[in-house]
Nanobody, 124 residues
Framework: QVQLVESGGGLVQAGGSLRLSCVGS????????MGWFRQAPGKERESVAR????????GYADSVKGRFTISRDNAKNTVYLQMNNLKPGDTAVYYC?????????????????WGQGTQVTVSS
């Protein structure tokens, strides 16, 4: 069983930065991709960034390109999301997730394991 624990959320002013962390445990040998998703009230969960666990290939939503950076530390079973130049529209609960599928991409349904989420609030 895989367990994921996020941390690093909080309240920040527009233009500020936050760094989210997600520590995983369990059968990490089956991990193919880790992703960060977010969900704002009344909206669907959306992909923010993703990284292939082995090769480190990354992908980003257009709305965060140039502002957010995803990275991982395989030795620590940890994935990070560095968020710079935050905007009020980035306010949401942020979740990390793990997929064992090679075709997961940005589709939340393809991720089997999820963390509990961490709140990010950006004030204007």
């Amino acid at each position: 069983q895989v367990q994921l624990v996020e941390s690093g959320g909080g309240l920040v002013q527009a233009g500020g930065s936050l760094r989210l962390s997600c520590v995983g445990s369990g059968r990490t040998s089956r991990w193919y991709r880790m992703g960060w998703f977010r969900q704002a009230p009344g909206k669907e969960r959306e992909s923010v960034a993703r990284i292939t666990w082995g090769s480190g290939v990354t992908g980003y939503a257009d709305s965060v390109k140039g502002r957010f950076t995803i990275s991982r530390d395989n030795a620590k079973n940890t994935v990070y999301l560095q968020m710079n130049n935050l905007k009020p529209g980035d306010t949401a609960v942020y979740y990390c997730a793990v997929s064992t599928s090679t075709v997961s991409g940005s589709n939340p349904a393809a991720y089997e394991y999820w963390g509990q989420g961490t709140q990010v609030t950006v004030s204007s």
